[in-house]
DNA sequence: TTGGTTTGACCTGTC
DNA sequence: GGACAGGTCAAACCA
């Protein structure tokens, strides 16, 4: 929740200099395509031309604003709905509150989560995914609680890939592994690489049933828009020079990129670049393109790694700073 | 030289 | 307090 403000700023009325591979997108089919519409017609643009294209801009920069206004409120009644002296927390074992873990170890942040705040969830199962959305409320020192979210995602993948490398269009770096008790196959930890400020964990383990299903299960949220960039934007008009087919939409909920790279034997179906905002993915029914991706959950086919020449990281101090808006490699 | 991965050691919490 | 297990660190390795 305290994410929100940062991602609605950066979905929403964006300035155009600040979004470049968008800008430069063609086929934009939306009322959200203004920037690219924008960019694309600006030599030839009239003076009518850019007062119309002003007033839209300023007036998705209001519902900016009254979006962001909005989360400030509502997180201003979380807030207060989580008063020290308890009143109106929900019992930890409402709301469907899992038993406890077989294991006789908990995550620290499931455990911090499990003292004296809410835990929500919620279950779906998909086709061949399955997502669990669980939110947990982590104690602060000064006894409030940030809601941590936790979602298990399953996906199939070729067994034969050891790899534990699921793309969800963000950048992870994998910082350990380790082999659990109840399952022969290795689990991996990763964090996000986008930032080092950036709070999200991910953990990737094989099925202990099924060999072909990856369960990878995400802590927290992001700080930061989805990672993009321009070359990996199909249908858009790249620095490269290349253009392939891609859909842009903006909704209630978010900007969803819909890729085709079927022609580059890609695969690339769903990038939800608004993943950031709080449980918007589970609220946008159809979302998902294919009976074999679990609807709500930004997935992409398994498959062969970028170069590691072309990717950007930043994680570790000695590892340089890319400035905001910067494009990525996926 | 840079940056990601691997992997053994270490830390911490639970029983 | 010790054993156990999950999670993390960080040096070494590799591309």
């Known amino acids: ?70 989360i400030a409120y509502l997180y201003g009644n979380k807030v207060a709905r989580q008063s020290p002296d ?24 499931s455990m911090d989560a499990s003292h004296s705040c809410d835990v929500e969830i919620s279950n779906r199962n998909v086709g061949t995914g399955e997502a669990e959305h669980v939110d947990v409320d982590s104690p602060l020192s000064n006894g409030t609680c940030r809601r941590i979210k936790v979602k298990k995602v399953c996906t199939r993948i070729d067994p034969s890939d050891t790899s534990l490398v699921v793309k969800d269009g963000y950048q992870w770096r994998k910082y350990g592994q380790k082999v659990t008790r109840d399952n022969p196959s290795p689990r991996a930890y990763f964090r996000c690489a986008f930032a080092p400020s950036c709070p999200v964990k991910k953990k990737v383990q094989r099925s202990a049933e099924d060999s072909s299903v990856v369960e990878a299960t995400y802590e927290g949220e992001h700080n930061h828009p989805r990672p993009t960039r321009a070359g990996e934007l199909p249908g858009c008009t790249t620095q490269g020079g290349g253009s392939v087919p891609c859909s842009i939409s903006i909704n209630s909920s978010g900007p969803t990129i819909t890729l085709d790279l079927t022609k580059n034997g890609g695969g690339v179906q769903v990038l939800d670049a608004g993943e950031a905002q709080p449980g918007h993915e589970e609220s946008v029914p159809g979302r998902s393109p294919s009976p074999e991706i679990p609807e709500g959950v930004w997935w992409e086919q398994i498959g062969p790694r970028a170069p590691p020449g072309d990717q950007k990281f930043i994680d570790a101090p000695r590892r340089r700073a890319i400035p905001a808006g910067s494009c990525w490699i996926i």
């Not at 003076?47 to 206004?69: C, H, M, P, Y």
């Not at 929900?90 to 995550?107: E, L, V």
Request: neutral net charge.
């Open 1 to 70: 929740m305290d994410t929100a403000p940062v991602c609605l700023d950066l979905m929403v009325g964006r300035p155009m200099d600040r979004e470049p591979s968008l800008a430069r997108c063609t086929g934009s089919r939306t009322e959200a395509g203004i920037a690219s519409s924008a960019c694309s017609r600006a030599p030839s643009m009239t003076n009518d031309e850019a007062k119309i294209l002003e007033a839209k801009l300023t007036q998705v920069s209001e519902e900016n604003r009254r979006l962001t206004e909005m």
């Open 86 to 109: 308890g009143e109106g927390q929900q019992p930890a074992s409402t709301a469907g509150s899992p038993t406890p873990p077989a294991g006789r170890k908990r995550s620290r942040d």
